[in-house]
């Protein structure tokens, strides 16, 4: 009976304890805010960046699964994989149809699939691939079906909800990869795509992208290909700008891929080319040899996604790294507020706790009051930090989706935060902890005879 009467007293003594900790922030209201407000911009600084960075590398996982190698064109090796798989950067240039079959039938490969990049609809990258490509990221239909003839398309989750296109429809390409409407832009009015088809959401690169077969691709650009050669007699070539001649490479030869019935129909293979192949390692022995007997083959180049991502989140890195150095600077600089707060705030408070003290209330208990205090402000400033961060990344996400690279939400919860929350708190508790250690020897007879 003793013990039931015991633990209620115990949990009225916190409940009061936590009422008595709060009017005395009610009391401080303005200096009790600006720290609140402090705390909770750092932790809502840390928080966007650990959404940022946790998507970030969940996206590049995902969009380079399944692919041991990529082969393309003579550059940068992190340029081929960010143009290849990710579809955010320009392609280093195209390859030769043959060196491209001399890839597909060494025996360390043990599958490849074909890419032809160059045009774009409303800065929706073109693709000229296979089916398997779509296969390969788990793509599967909402409507309709996958092409079967040249110049029919399919389209990604996001390309079908951002352009309005439906099954049956038509569209027609832009030249180069600048979003619509770029100056200097070439529209393809004379070759027009069908939709035949469009993908569920996969979650993956692939609802950012339309999908043509790799002969589409190759007559589309023939006719830049004569037109060209007449230039290329004439003594005249104009280039836009880098970043075209990067996405088109030799454009005046076509673009390539698919298979050699393809090239036979649409010329032969010393004038067709391919961007890139996404190759699949018929051994784990592969890793070690290919790589290297393909750099050795004077026009290819072979980048491993596993490295070049792996390397680009290092880079990501140092920069996160620095700004959430900057959220843990506002973190403690609250703290440092908290602390100075509280530490004033004895010199009115002493006449308080020895009245406490004369009351019945224990030393711990005092201290226990000025921690409970800290605490209590460094968990409602965590709190509202996280509930910052989560609406400023998903602001952000929304913000930034019109450029169909970066599809960032607040909606995700990462396990970090919760660490968040218990390294806040104990910030709070180490900034009350000489403050609680004051109030735990306040004198009671000397304090009371002075008065207020």
């Known amino acids: 009976m003793r013990d039931g ?37 750092g ?29 393309g064109a003579k ?8 143009s290849s798989i990710y579809h955010i950067d320009a392609p280093t240039g195209n390859i030769p149809l043959q060196d ?15 890419l032809a990049l160059g045009d774009s609809y409303r800065g929706f990258r073109i693709v000229g691939t296979s089916h398997q490509y779509a296969a390969h990221y788990g793509g599967t239909l909402r409507r309709g ?25 038509t569209f027609v390409g832009v030249h180069g990869i600048a979003a619509e409407g770029a100056v200097g832009s070439e529209v393809h009015d004379d070759h027009p795509y069908r939709i035949t088809g469009v993908l569920e959401r996969t979650g993956t690169v692939l609802d950012r992208l339309i999908l043509v077969s790799v002969p589409s691709v190759w007559q589309v650009h023939d006719h830049e290909h004569d037109r060209d050669d007449e230039h290329t007699d004439s003594g005249e070539h104009a280039h836009d700008d880098e970043a075209q001649e990067h996405t088109h490479g030799d454009d005046r030869e076509g673009l390539n891929g698919g298979n ?38 004077g026009a290819l180049q072979a980048a491993a996604p596993a490295y070049e991502t792996a390397r680009l989140m290092r880079m990501l890195g140092v920069g996160m790294t620095t700004l959430q150095a900057f959220g843990w600077v506002l973190v403690l600089a609250a703290g440092l507020g908290v602390f100075i707060g509280l530490y004033n705030a004895l010199k009115d408070r002493r006449y308080d706790l020895a009245l406490m003290r004369a009351l019945g209330a224990s030393r711990g208990r005092l201290f226990l009051h000025v921690l409970c205090e800290a605490i209590l402000l460094a968990l409602a400033g965590a ?23 970066l599809n960032m939400t ?9 660490w968040l929350v218990v390294m806040a708190v104990g910030v709070g508790a180490l900034a009350a902890l000489i403050p609680a250690i004051r109030a735990y020897r306040t004198d009671i007879a000397e304090t009371l005879s002075r008065g207020r």
């Open 100 to 114: 491209a079959n001399w890839v597909r039938e060494h025996p360390l490969v043990a599958d490849t699939i074909p």
């Open 410 to 418: 607040g909606l995700v919860f990462v396990p970090e935060q919760l």
């Open 43 to 71: 932790i809502a600084t840390i928080t966007v960046l650990l959404l940022f960075g946790h998507q970030v590398e969940q996206r590049l996982s995902r969009d380079a699964a399944g692919i041991d190698l990529v082969v």
């Open 5 to 41: 009467q015991g633990a209620i007293e115990g949990r009225r003594g916190g409940m009061n304890m936590v009422r008595l900790s709060l009017a005395y922030l009610r009391r401080n209201a303005l200096s009790a805010t600006l720290n609140l407000l402090l705390l909770a911009l």
């Open 75 to 82: 550059g940068s090796p992190m340029q081929l994989i960010l």
């Open 383 to 405: 709190l509202l930090g996280l509930l910052l961060g989560h609406v400023a990344a998903e602001v952000l996400g929304q913000m930034f989706r019109h450029t169909q690279q």
């Open 145 to 169: 079906e996958m092409w079967q003839d040249d110049m029919e398309a399919v389209l990604g989750a996001d390309v079908a909800e951002r352009t309005a296109l439906e099954v049956g429809g």
């Open 260 to 297: 050699d019935d393809a090239a036979a129909e649409h010329g032969g293979d010393d004038e067709r080319e391919l961007t890139a192949l996404l190759v699949q390692y018929q051994s784990p022995l592969a890793a070690v040899t290919l790589p290297r007997v393909v750099n050795s083959r």
